[in-house]
């Protein structure tokens, strides 16, 4: 960039004295600038080769979609009042829009770290994470040379390579094929919203495949997705089902899942339900629910307060109920749903159970920080992850401590949950949970900066409250109680409302940019 400025410079200043003549000069300039504004697109299944222009934007490198779809043939369509393109590229449908950073990838919500921009009727995509996200999520392989500008286009290798369904008296049995020996510990089955699930980490399928197999028995509908590493299979199921059970072969690579199930659902029965179905689906990502958590309560005080008398318990609870009331007011038709009112004790695993028994979209967690240093001040914002960043070590000690304060049975719940398997079932979540916290953090920033509190930012860690929810989740720490100035903030009623006002703006702002994005 420097060298090309310092060139066309040079030229410039050589033109005014007009010792190159202008023709030579534009010659020289055209093919000079032409090489590094334009990007190439190979792809040799397809039988492309072709040079498209290269758009600088705020130092990144994007390239219009409508380019990029001519030369590889997809079909395109664009919303110029909405600022929104819908890419086809077999049987993956990619929303895009304008100044959003959330990409709709046929149901999902994906994000990329930059936006995409608007220019001339045109959306621009950001060339690193377009190619990212389109190798991670479809069957292609995308490989980006940032050097010689170019787009690499290849079929990518499938290790999970077909699926046969076979009816059984008492189910059906669902057999994968796969080029890879996968352990037991890498396969996760899981139910949502109707739809079973076969998680399959280190597994890559071809998604445009997988979902052209019809259904068969309990089973009407198959889709395959690629999240990140995780193959993800999912089977849309009839009713309800008795059981299911994995079984690994020992001598093949294949393995099948048996899903066992008692009733038999009529058949009279299909057209309402595949409406019912068509009318969740519409409404699967709009954000109707939101479920507040304060956190502790009952015998369980959370960190102990600067003055040993009003402690962290005391402190979140009205923070949460006025969020909960700033919520109702501005967003009128979401409904609010809160794991605890009053002062009572809430095991963490019932805490997510009721998120999903509500059918929560959004679950936050509301807490105050304590520390032994009485010096450690700030507000920060964690979203789930089986890592945890080194700092994060003591809180995510302190919140999960609170599973002490459970009956023995209740604790039991925990044993044998392993993070990593937990994370990878929310994995289509995490993304979403890292933008929520992100949006949250911004906005109390905002407002808590100007009252002498410190932003520690977004943060990560295995907590246990998070684990089971089937929807995006933050826990947000508002504070030190054990630290004297914010503990001395956090009491006053005026704080809270701050803080409650805060949180509600990013959540506020969350639920604009992603339904912006559908
Ligand atoms: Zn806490």
Redesign the pocket.
């Known amino acids: 960039m420097i060298r090309r400025n310092f060139i066309t410079n040079i030229f410039k200043i050589f033109s005014l004295f007009a010792i190159i003549p202008k023709s030579v000069l534009a010659f020289f300039q055209q093919n000079y600038l032409g090489k590094s504004n334009s990007i190439k697109i190979i792809s040799k299944s397809a039988n492309v080769d072709t040079q498209i222009p290269l758009y600088k934007k705020l130092n990144h490198d994007f390239i219009s979609l409508k380019d990029f779809a001519k030369v590889m043939h997809y079909s395109i369509y664009t919303n110029d009042a909405k600022k929104k393109s819908v890419l086809y590229m077999g049987k993956d449908r990619i929303r895009f829009t304008a100044d959003n950073s959330f990409v709709i990838l046929n149901d999902d919500a994906l994000q990329m770290p930059l936006e995409c921009k608007w220019t001339h009727g045109e959306i621009l995509v950001p060339v690193i994470y377009f190619t990212k996200l389109l190798n991670q999520y479809t069957s292609l392989t995308f490989t980006y040379d940032v050097k010689k500008k170019t787009i690499e286009i290849n079929p990518s290798n499938v290790n999970i390579t077909g699926l046969r369904l076979e009816e059984k008296e008492n189910g059906t049995l669902i057999l994968v094929h796969a080029s890879k020996k996968f352990s037991e510990k890498e396969i996760m089955l899981d139910i949502r919203n109707g739809w079973f699930h076969i998680e399959v980490y280190g597994g890559k399928i071809d998604t445009t495949s997988i979902s052209k197999i019809p259904g068969k028995g309990y089973i009407t509908k198959i889709k395959g997705f690629q999240l990140g590493d995780t193959a993800s299979l999912a089977f849309k199921l009839k009713g309800k089902i008795e059981s299911r059970d994995l079984v690994l072969q020992e001598s093949r690579n294949d393995f099948y899942v048996n899903l066992r199930t008692k009733s038999v659902i009529s058949i009279n029965k299909e057209n309402e339900h595949v409406k019912a179905e068509l009318e969740q689906q519409k409404k699967k990502w709009y954000i109707d629910t939101i479920v507040l958590d304060a ?2 309560g009952g015998k369980d005080s ?2 102990p307060g600067y003055n040993k008398k009003i402690n ?1 318990k005391d402190i ?1 609870l009205p923070i949460t109920l006025e969020l909960g009331k700033l919520l109702k007011q501005k967003l009128r038709d979401v409904k609010i749903v809160y794991t605890r009112k009053t002062d009572v004790f809430i095991p963490l695993w019932k805490r997510t159970d009721i998120a999903n028994k509500a059918n929560g979209k959004l679950f936050i967690s509301i ?2 920080n304590g520390s032994t240093s009485q010096k450690l001040n700030g507000f920060e914002t964690y979203f789930l992850s089986a890592d945890k960043d080194e700092k994060a070590r003591g809180v995510v000690l ?2 999960n401590s ?1 599973i002490e304060f459970e009956e023995t049975v209740d604790r039991q719940r925990y044993e044998g949950v392993n993070f990593i398997l937990a994370t990878m079932a929310q994995s289509a979540f995490i993304k979403q949970s890292q933008y929520l916290a992100s949006v949250i953090q911004k906005s109390l920033k905002l407002k808590l900066e100007k009252i002498g509190m410190t932003d520690r930012g977004v943060k990560q860690g295995p907590f246990w409250v998070m684990v089971g929810a089937t929807m995006p989740n933050v826990l947000v720490e508002t504070g030190f109680v054990s630290n004297k100035y914010e503990f001395n903030k956090l009491i006053k009623s005026t704080t809270q409302k701050k803080i409650a006002d805060a949180i509600s703006q990013g959540v506020i702002k969350y639920k604009n940019d992603i339904e912006d994005a559908f």
């Open positions: 956190g502790h959370g960190a962290e979140v807490h105050a302190k919140e609170a």
